[in-house]
């Protein structure tokens, strides 16, 4: 059984920094795109980033770029999303994503693992 767990969630003040980690028991973990949606309470799952299998080409939605950092480490399975600057309006539940093969595609319906999410709150 996939599983996929994600951690490091929390309040934290506007222009601070978290970095979540979502840990994976995928076999093959580096044959897998990874990515990062997150949905605010009343809103859709919106995509954040994305990052292709080796860790060479990421993607991100222009809310976050510049501010937000996706990687990975495939000796340990896990990939990462630091968030730096962070403003009330990142506040939401992340979840990391995962799929093998390409790793640019923004519909939350294309990605076939999911962690559980982890809360990120940001106050003002």
């Known amino acids: 059984q996939v599983q996929l767990v994600d951690t490091g969630g929390g309040l934290v003040q506007a222009g601070g920094s978290l970095r979540l980690s979502c840990g994976t028991s995928?076999?093959?973990?580096?044959?897998?795109?990874m990515a990062w949606f997150r949905q605010a309470p009343g809103k859709e799952r919106e995509f954040v980033a994305a990052?292709?299998?080796?860790?060479?080409?990421?993607a991100y939605s222009d809310s976050v770029k510049d501010r937000f950092t996706i990687s990975r480490d495939n000796a340990k399975n896990t990939a990462y999303l630091q968030m730096n600057t962070l403003k009330p309006e990142d506040t939401a539940t992340y979840s990391c994503?995962?799929?093998?093969?390409?790793?640019?595609?923004?519909?939350?319906?294309?990605?076939?693992?999911w962690g559980q999410g982890t809360q990120v709150t940001v106050s003002s």
């Open positions: 994503a995962a799929r093998p093969g390409y790793y640019d595609n923004r519909d939350y319906a294309y990605w076939d693992y």
């Open positions: 995928l076999r093959s973990f580096s044959s897998y795109a």
């Open positions: 990052i292709n299998r080796d860790g060479t080409t990421t």
